[in-house]
């Protein structure tokens, strides 16, 4: 019987440290997503496919969504614009942009104004850029025939 009850306070004693690495991986979690009272944007997932390797349209749309809901989360005085910065820069690539699929366009420009107002009054493109933004929303409206 002992062997056993060493074996179970072993496995006790793993569990405890297991949970206490897991509370710490927790808390530093949070301090990453809340840093200097700023909340950092969580979302991680490429919008930008590599040559050869794009992303296909129900995966982009999913992860468009999914930016666009997190984006509406936050205020624009808890925004950490460095985390916003990365995210930004690739919403304004041309493939999304000027992308085959009504909907990849209009809901990248969605993200894409709920950027500008996260950076306002300062935005994140350059001016040169800002036309390039905007022209998708005319490809987005119904075409009558």
């Known amino acids: 019987m002992a062997p056993r009850s060493r074996r179970s ?7 405890e440290v297991a949970q206490e690495e897991e509370q710490e991986q ?25 040559p050869g390797k794009q992303v296909s349209v129900s995966d982009l749309l999913t992860r468009l969504k999914t930016l666009l809901d997190e984006l509406r989360t936050i205020d624009q005085e ?10 930004a820069e690739s919403l304004a690539h041309q493939s999304l942009l000027q992308h085959k699929d009504n909907g990849v366009r209009a809901w990248t420009v ?36």
């Open 78 to 87: 808890e925004a950490h614009r460095e985390s916003l910065m990365p995210v």
């Open 110 to 145: 969605c993200c894409i104004v709920d950027m500008l107002k996260l950076f306002a009054p300062d935005a994140p493109y350059p001016a040169s850029k800002l036309r390039v933004e905007y022209d998708p929303l005319w490809y987005c409206e119904p075409r009558h025939r």
């Open 9 to 15: 306070a072993a496995a006790a004693a793993a569990a």
């Open 26 to 50: 927790e808390l530093a979690q949070e301090e990453d997503e809340v840093q200097d009272g700023l909340k950092k944007l969580k979302f991680n997932q490429q919008l930008v496919g590599r």
